[in-house]
């Protein structure tokens, strides 16, 4: 017992000392303690098998990974096999990636710690099959995953590797609970297998590679790497080449996961493709099964990632990488960024966000752009809206995090890439409010103290993902795996750059066909690339006889003139009655108001036609204003135009129906009262007409905007 003493000390100063608030991509330290306290089950198993399908809820593709369970640390039950759930794969022709989110690699053995048996995102199919099978979320995301390698375990944003022995010990600390195999016997941790062909031999194994400086995740067989040496057998057969990990900073590994990214093995060369999670380091060469490794004398460089898609769409005999085209989806060029409510109301979060939008645009000419209008969809969902939003059921250990949604079509003839497409559909983003505990957000453009994380920074590593890249190992660098609290990476580097430019190169380009509902290759911006300014809010009332009051809210003002004030009768046909200048380059909020002094008794629509120094422009949100003469019957749409109000001379019930412009009938509800407050988020935005109808007869009629457009 004496000869342990030492042991567990150390071992209490490795788990429980308090780890820097250091953060890997967007990512926050959980400490052990907590996750496993809040974990239903721990176990210690292998994936053997990887299934993916489609979470009808919420549209997110999920992958069904099975483990094959060898000791259970907590929760023990005699199964040996569950499922742990990982949102993002390849479902068919659709894809799902998330940044960051838990990668499982195939027969790899993790130490896992995951939350009850989830029957919300489950896979329903398999449940009705086997009701019994445990479908489990890890907790606190891929901090619910401790890799093994050599029977060491790598925790993801804390130091050290612990033998099985050491962590296990720690563990039962923790949770008073012996660690037994699914038979109920007690489970005797394994010890590491000593090094494999260490020193000069095995460096000798591997004479070069080429070429030295390369990018990972893409498809320019220029950019394979090749390499050079003896001893790698004829065939590979179960040999791989293993890369440091982009991220977590090298401290595992990862191996190519197709077996098509093996484009050649000889005894002497091996052609392969770098995986995007590639990083850069040392590159190593397994062969026989495990019995010889070899590692190269000199560091592979990886100056970007890009994320690619690994399927069999369509006509490929095996997974196969694909590339995935950004597209013109919104007919001005590209994509259009819609703020939740709750995030709009936010006015320096918004300025954040879109300095940091406008810092890709004007590097690499993204066709990225912000709605005018807001919407109520309050996190990421699988539904055609660019969301970007607060969402606090982000999981434990996420400061934000990037949705990346791929679509597949495929045609007959002689297309490249075998007649296939695959192209970004929807990019979304959520934020975590607060960080977490103990620290806030410095949105800007003041610098971060120590307990803050910097928005911006956050804002624009996120938005390269959603520009198509990953991760890499280069400090200093925005797409570096790791950020800390305290620090800022607002300013993108030559790498970042050149990642974007290579995305948009093929993006921008035309494709072998353009596949239904993915419009055409995107349109890099052109002219003044930053954004003008963000409207964040337009309302007006009524503030007298005769006048109506409008006021404005904008951010992030650059290259804007000012704002003509337009008006119109019926929401279609608007006649400019005035202008307000600009406050241009003011980098913080700015607000407006203007009196139309002429509005007189009647209801009026207004808009904003924002103009930029060089002639550009681009409208607001509209608002309608009610008169004060009595016409019996008033409908009229709210600011903000998600909310219709109908006014009538009585209070006995009626009929409101809304149609849309070419007659289709959208609504039609019986209310009573006066006046009545109808909901119109979830309609279509645009010119609508309505009738009231009483008694069986029209008592009044007229058109109304909703949605502000």
Not at 95 to 113: C, G, N, Q, T
Not at 244 to 250: E, F, L, R
Not at 422 to 440: R, S
Request: glycine share 10%; charged share 15%; aromatic share 10%.
């Amino acid at each position: 017992m004496r000869n342990l003493l030492p042991l567990l000390l150390l071992l209490a100063f490795v788990f429980t000392f308090p780890p820097p608030a250091a953060a890997q991509c967007t990512r926050y330290p959980v400490p052990l303690e907590q996750r496993v306290a809040r974990s239903a089950y721990m176990v210690q198993g292998t994936v053997v098998e990887q299934q993916c399908y489609t979470d009808a809820a919420t549209g997110h593709i999920y992958t069904r990974n099975t483990i094959r369970v060898n000791a259970w640390l907590k929760g023990h039950r005699a199964d040996t096999a569950l499922v742990v759930l990982t949102i993002g794969g390849v479902d068919g022709n659709r894809a799902l990636v998330v940044e960051p989110s838990l990668e499982l690699d195939l027969h790899r053995s993790y130490v896992l710690l995951l939350e009850a048996d989830n029957r919300q995102v489950d896979d329903k199919q398999l449940r009705r099959s086997r009701p019994g099978l445990l479908q489990l979320l890890p907790y606190a995301d891929a901090q619910g995953a401790l890799v093994e390698e050599n029977l060491r375990y790598h925790d993801l944003l804390y130091p050290g590797t612990p033998t099985e022995g050491e962590l296990f010990a720690r563990l039962q600390t923790l949770t008073g609970l012996a660690v037994r195999t699914p038979a109920g016997k007690t489970y005797l941790p394994r010890e590491p297998l000593p090094e494999k062909n260490t020193g000069i031999a095995r460096i000798s194994s591997i004479s070069s590679f080429t070429p030295t400086t390369t990018n990972a995740g893409t498809t320019i067989p220029g950019e394979f790497i090749t390499i050079t040496g003896t001893g790698f057998g004829a065939t590979r057969g179960t040999g791989f080449v293993a890369f440091p990990n982009a991220d977590d900073g090298g401290a595992t590994t990862q191996t190519p996961p197709n077996a098509s990214d093996y484009v050649s093995w000889s005894n002497t060369s091996i052609t392969v493709k770098v995986p995007r999670r590639a990083g850069t380091g040392t590159i190593t060469v397994t062969t026989n099964g495990g019995a010889n490794t070899y590692t190269s004398a000199s560091p592979l460089t990886i100056e970007y990632a890009h994320i690619e898609v690994n399927n069999n769409f369509l006509n490929f005999a095996s997974n196969t990488r694909q590339r995935a085209h950004l597209r013109n989806l919104n007919t001005l060029g590209g994509y259009t960024f819609t703020y939740n409510t709750t995030f709009a109301a936010n006015t320096a979060a918004t300025a954040s966000f879109q300095r940091a939008l406008n810092t890709w645009r004007c590097a690499t000419n993204v066709n990225f752009r912000i709605a005018a209008t807001t919407t109520a969809i309050a996190t990421a969902v699988g539904d055609g809206v660019n969301v970007v939003t607060f969402n606090t059921a982000i999981p434990a250990g996420v400061l934000a995090r990037a949705f990346n949604y791929f679509n597949a079509s495929g045609i007959s003839g002689t297309c490249d890439l075998f007649n296939t497409v695959w192209w970004t559909p929807e990019l979304d983003m959520e934020f975590n409010n607060p960080p977490f505990t103990g620290f806030t957000w410095q949105y800007g453009p003041a610098a971060p103290t120590g307990s803050q994380f910097d928005f911006e920074t956050v804002a624009v590593h996120e938005l390269g993902h959603l520009h198509g890249l990953g991760h890499i190992i280069a400090p200093g660098v925005v797409m570096h795996y790791a950020l800390s609290n305290g620090i800022q990476s607002r300013t993108l580097q030559a790498r970042d750059i050149a990642a974007g430019q290579a995305k948009m190169s093929y993006s921008t380009a035309a494709t072998c066909f353009n596949p239904a509902a993915a419009g055409t290759p995107m349109v890099a911006i052109s002219g003044a690339c930053a954004l003008p300014l963000s409207f964040l809010a337009f309302e007006g009332r009524r503030t007298g006889s005769g006048e109506n009051l409008l006021e404005w809210t904008t951010a992030f003002e650059y290259n804007n003139r000012g704002f003509e004030v337009e008006r119109s009768s019926n929401g279609t046909a608007f006649t400019k009655i005035g202008w307000v200048s600009g406050a241009n380059g003011n980098n913080a909020e700015s607000r407006y108001r203007f009196t139309d002094a002429a509005a007189g008794r009647l209801a009026w629509y207004y808009r904003l036609r924002q103009v930029d120094e060089d002639g550009r422009s681009q409208y607001s949100s509209t608002v309608q204003l009610r008169g004060t003469e009595n016409a019996g019957w008033q409908v009229w749409a709210e600011a903000g135009a998600n909310r219709l109000v109908v006014q009538g001379s009585t209070s006995a019930p009626f009929t409101l129906q809304l149609y849309n412009a070419g007659g289709q009938l959208l609504l039609s509800r019986t209310l009573s009262g006066s006046p009545v407050v109808v909901n119109t988020a979830g309609l279509p935005h645009g010119l609508c007409h309505y009738r009231v109808i009483q008694e069986g007869r029209t008592v009044h009629s007229g058109s109304v905007v909703l949605g502000g457009d």
